[in-house]
């Protein structure tokens, strides 16, 4: 079915879920200043850069997305107990108070709906999902996310399903892109608020009138990722913590 030109003004894509280089506990080989090209050439209008038990702060990036037309939210994926959340609109500060999943309930009560919280990849065996779990700390989320792999019977994503329809949880799906390629393919919609503001963003989330966009893997997706996640990426970590610790010792020896 073809959409109009009009039709489309009317929604703009959204991803909520992304590394860049600048994360300090993964190995990510494009820079943000990238992915807003990128992102501005697939008509994006809102992102949110998601480290690692860290919140992207670097001021000239974000004047650049606003130059852009682009929303980006300060986030962090944050690991309790194990388990990731992302966590939108928060501060370093209140990142580092985040000790376990009632320091979360604390931070939601304190915030209401200005912030907004989503489960990443709740069913996935890799990548600290928290899996079962998320039945007990249901109220801890907003939203449940959409993993971007999958392809036919392997898709984990159906239990996020289930638990979303059963607790009225809204689906967002994003990218978790940590390859500039895989960003842009899997990613959530909204209707254009009439302001392009943190709290309309929200709004229009917890509005659940939202349209996603996740395609299965298709084999070489599926393949690249394997390797990317078995050998690639670990190659990569290692080398980036061991020229960490010798940029550590250059300094103490100069000190």
């Given at each position: 079915?073809?959409?109009?030109?009009?039709?489309k003004?009317?929604?703009?894509?959204?991803?909520?879920?992304?590394?860049?280089?600048?994360?300090?506990?993964?190995?990510?080989?494009?820079?943000?200043?990238?992915?807003?090209?990128?992102?501005?050439?697939?008509?994006?209008?809102?992102?949110?850069?998601?480290?690692?038990?860290?919140?992207?702060?670097?001021?000239?990036?974000?004047?650049?997305?606003?130059?852009?037309?682009?929303?980006?939210?300060?986030?962090?994926?944050?690991?309790?107990?194990?388990?990731?959340?992302?966590?939108?609109?928060?501060?370093?500060?209140?990142?580092?108070?985040?000790?376990?999943?009632?320091?979360?309930?604390?931070?939601?009560?304190?915030?209401?709906?200005?912030?907004?919280?989503?489960?990443?990849?709740?069913?996935?065996?890799?990548?600290?999902?928290?899996?079962?779990?998320?039945?007990?700390?249901?109220?801890?989320?907003?939203?449940?996310?959409?993993?971007?792999f999958?392809?036919?019977?392997?898709?984990?994503?159906?239990?996020?399903?289930?638990?979303?329809?059963?607790f009225?949880?809204?689906?967002?799906?994003?990218?978790?892109?940590?390859?500039?390629?895989?960003?842009?393919?899997?990613?959530?919609?909204?209707?254009?608020?009439?302001?392009?503001?943190?709290?309309?963003?929200?709004?229009?989330?917890?509005?659940?009138?939202?349209?996603?966009t996740?395609?299965p893997?298709?084999?070489?997706?599926?393949?690249?990722?394997?390797?990317?996640?078995?050998?690639?990426?670990?190659?990569?970590?290692?080398r980036?913590?061991?020229?960490?610790?010798?940029?550590?010792?250059?300094?103490?020896?100069?000190?």
């Amino acid at each position: 079915m073809s959409t109009s030109t009009s039709e489309k003004e009317d929604w703009i894509k959204i991803d909520l879920h992304i590394h860049t280089l600048d994360d300090p506990k993964d190995a990510v080989d494009y820079s943000a200043h990238q992915l807003l090209e990128r992102a501005r050439a697939l008509g994006f209008r809102v992102l949110a850069i998601t480290l690692h038990d860290a919140v992207f702060d670097r001021a000239e990036v974000f004047a650049d997305a606003a130059a852009m037309g682009i929303l980006l939210i300060p986030a962090a994926e944050v690991r309790l107990c194990g388990a990731d959340v992302i966590v939108l609109n928060v501060t370093a500060e209140e990142v580092a108070e985040l000790k376990n999943f009632d320091d979360l309930r604390g931070l939601r009560a304190r915030r209401g709906s200005s912030i907004f919280t989503i489960a990443p990849h709740p069913f996935y065996v890799l990548g600290s999902s928290i899996g079962a779990r998320l039945y007990a700390e249901i109220n801890c989320f907003d939203a449940i996310e959409l993993c971007h792999f999958h392809k036919g019977l392997f898709n984990p994503n159906r239990r996020a399903e289930k638990v979303a329809l059963r607790f009225g949880k809204p689906l967002i799906a994003t990218s978790d892109a940590h390859r500039l390629h895989a960003f842009g393919h899997h990613y959530t919609s909204i209707q254009i608020p009439s302001e392009l503001t943190v709290e309309n963003v929200f709004a229009a989330l917890r509005s659940e009138s939202l349209r996603i966009t996740s395609p299965p893997c298709s084999f070489l997706d599926l393949v690249s990722t394997i390797y990317f996640v078995f050998l690639a990426h670990p190659f990569r970590l290692r080398r980036k913590i061991a020229a960490a610790i010798r940029s550590s010792s250059a300094s103490r020896k100069r000190a």
